[in-house]
Nanobody, 122 residues
Framework: QVQLVESGGGMVQAGGSLRLSCAAS????????MGWYRQAPGKQRELVAQ???????TLADSVKGRVTISGDNAKNTVYLQMNSLKPEDTAVYFC????????????????WGQGTQVTVSS
């Protein structure tokens, strides 16, 4: 019903930048929020940043000052600009969207993208 297409991952040196994009498509009524999580080998998946449809962002303490999240409601797309990347930022980054499928029902559902690898070398 909802597909999330991620792009922008890759390999950079420490101190470099990457911009991730995630576009939502499919059959849904509205998007409540979209965000990015990451999972490093042997670690739990953790929130990096998310943004509501109203533009209110939430950022993990570990990325504050280095990461900006923004959204384009018209395109159902969220962007994650990551600067001053560190080797500890290396992980698979997953996009998540919380959506309302039906205007007649208030239920929210979450969907995940397939993930994009971000590797930061020292």
């Amino acid at each position: 019903q909802v597909q999330l297409v991620e792009s922008g991952g890759g390999m950079v040196q420490a101190g470099g930048s990457l911009r991730l994009s995630c576009a939502a498509s499919g059959n849904f009524f509205s998007i409540d929020k979209m965000g990015w999580y990451r999972q490093a080998p042997g670690k739990q998946r953790e929130l990096v940043a998310q943004i509501t449809s109203g533009g209110s962002p939430t950022l993990a303490d570990s990325v504050k000052g280095r990461v900006t999240i923004s959204g384009d409601n018209a395109k159902n797309t969220v962007y994650l600009q990551m600067n001053s990347l560190k080797p500890e930022d290396t992980a698979v980054y997953f996009c998540k969207a919380v959506v309302r499928l039906d205007s007649r029902r208030p239920n929210m559902y979450q969907y995940w993208g397939q993930g994009t690898q971000v590797t930061v070398s020292s």
